[in-house]
């Protein structure tokens, strides 16, 4: 009785390894994939349901992505999206009158090219940090 009773333990200790491995395996692949948003219009002001996205901007024209006022848009403190520019147009980052967009001159920026981007953080009620593949609008 005892050794059966020992290779029951073992068998459902084993089972419960079993369990959090897989556990694990599905935590992994969970963090690996983030979700895009894909725009290909000249305007795009950026939504609640963009946190944590990547915007892509697929545009043949230039184009630009729109900081909303936080009374427009509430993003929480800590927020975080990307955007990225996989089209062939010019994308310009522009903060909306009242927001401050930080690490550019004047409230707006380009990202550098095709297939670079760029990311936005929220830092106060109507202050961003953008950090990235960015320079000056020219």
Do not use: M
């Not at 992994?28 to 219009?41: K, L, W």
């Amino acid at each position: 009785n005892t050794v059966a009773s020992q290779a029951n333990t073992i068998a459902s200790q084993a089972n419960t390894i079993g369990s959090h491995t897989t556990s694990i395996a599905a935590l992994q692949n969970s963090q690996t994939y983030i979700a895009s948003n894909i725009q290909t219009g000249a305007s795009y002001t950026i939504s609640l349901n963009d946190a944590g996205l990547i915007i892509d901007r697929n545009a043949t024209v230039n184009n630009t992505t729109i900081i909303p006022t936080n009374v427009s848009v509430g993003f929480q403190i800590g927020t975080v999206l990307s955007i990225s520019n996989i089209g062939t147009g010019t994308s310009t980052i522009s903060a909306t009158t009242g927001v401050t967009l930080n690490g550019v001159l004047g409230g707006s920026c380009v990202i550098s090219g095709r297939y670079k981007g760029a990311s936005l953080r929220k830092i106060s009620t109507d202050e961003w940090i953008v950090d990235g593949s960015v320079g000056a609008v020219a």
